[in-house]
T-cell receptor, first 115, second 115 residues
């Protein structure tokens, strides 16, 4: 079975500061990993994903994440926060399991950017 | 269509009423997922279809919830005898992958309010 844990349901950073949103996963098979962003009253938008290959992946809006198998982590970072980054962020894991596709989300991290 | 379309966007139901939520996935997409997202929470998996086959319904919270995708395209999530705890946003996602998901596209969701 697969699962995702996001540490910190709320994160506040100052504008221009580093953003670090944590995600740890549990998977019995090699996972695919994703970060999605959700703005108020909007659907989920893909930020970036890791499937195979390079473990450091770059996404939209200056975000990046690094897959660390030894730490079972896929933390999301951005060097300099912008006011428009304020949103809800969800980490997700995908794997092919006994019943076919499994695509599960963490509980989310709400990012506040302080001017 | 260009993206995943869900209807209605908003639904208010009286407790005990039956509701039907529709999802039009991206044309040709094999995989389709339904999620329930309560206020301030992450999307919770409900059910998964591969074409017309419902391969996983382990997330459906009770036998009042029923989903179908009879022709492998449009899907309907039906909730019978709605209860207040059913109030949530219901998200649909589709993917062209028949194997492990490498990317999933989300609709805007249907916000169900049970009064």
């Amino acid at each position: 079975a697969q699962s995702v844990t996001q540490l910190g349901s709320h994160v506040s950073v100052s504008e221009g500061a580093l953003v670090l949103l944590r995600c740890n996963y549990s998977s019995s098979v090699p996972p695919y990993l994703f970060w999605y962003v959700q703005y108020p009253n909007q659907g989920l938008q893909l930020l970036l994903k890791y499937t195979t290959g390079a473990t450091l992946v770059k996404g939209i809006n200056g975000f990046e994440a690094e897959f660390k198998k030894s730490e079972t982590s896929f933390h999301l970072t951005k060097p300099s926060a912008h006011m428009s980054d304020a949103a809800e962020y969800f980490c997700a894991v995908s794997a092919w399991g006994n019943t076919g596709n499994q695509f599960y989300f963490g509980t989310g991290t709400s990012l506040t950017v302080i001017p | 269509g260009a993206g995943v379309s869900q209807s209605p966007r908003y639904k208010v139901a009286k407790r005990g009423q039956d509701v039907a939520l529709r999802c039009d996935p991206i044309s040709g997409h094999v995989s389709l997922f339904w999620y329930q997202q309560a206020l301030g929470q992450g999307p919770e998996f409900l059910t998964y279809f591969q074409n017309e086959a419902q391969l996983d319904k382990s997330g459906l919270p009770s036998d009042r919830f029923f989903a179908e995708r009879p022709e492998g395209s449009v899907s309907t999530l039906k909730i019978q005898r709605t209860q207040q705890e059913d109030s949530a946003v219901y998200l649909c996602a589709s993917s062209g992958s028949g194997g492990a998901i490498t990317e999933a596209f989300f609709g805007q969701g249907t916000r169900l309010t049970v009064v």
